[in-house]
């Protein structure tokens, strides 16, 4: 579509995309469920303003926020996203596999995460 129809059926979809990142709601682990993905994962430390993917980049892991608050921004004018302690993130690069990552990351703060890769989320399937 060209012209002012295309323009303003634009603007109602940028929109659209604005209002449902900005309503996606925040996964909180329980205590239990923590402590289950701790048995199997790395635990990492980040420093505040470290990068821990970029947006389009390919993953294949996923993360759990022990402490700290880490940023997702999606880009082209979508909400960005902060999520703070026993939320998790990057679960489509570990689950449907060579994915590319539709936000990039970042620690607000120093953060400590838990990182899930193939082998540690098959592992943790298997024993529960």
């Known amino acids: 579509m060209t012209g002012r129809g ?12 604005r209002v449902a990142m900005a309503e996606i709601v925040h996964a909180l682990l329980s205590d239990a469920e923590v402590a289950l993905f ?7 430390k980040l420093h505040a303003g470290q990068w821990l993917f970029q947006r389009g980049h390919r993953g294949e892991r996923m993360y759990v926020i022990l402490q700290g608050q880490i940023e997702l921004d999606f880009g082209e004018d979508l ?23 539709s936000a990039s990351a970042r620690a607000l703060d120093d953060c400590e995460v838990l990182e899930l890769g ?3 989320f098959h592992r943790l399937v298997e024993s529960d």
């Open 6 to 17: 295309a323009a303003e059926n634009s603007d109602v979809t940028t929109g659209i995309a």
């Open 38 to 44: 701790a048995r199997f994962a790395r635990p990492c």
């Open 79 to 101: 909400v960005i996203k902060t999520l703070g302690q026993h939320e998790f993130f990057g679960e489509l690069g570990l689950l449907v596999g060579d994915h590319l990552r």
């Open 118 to 120: 193939p082998r540690d």
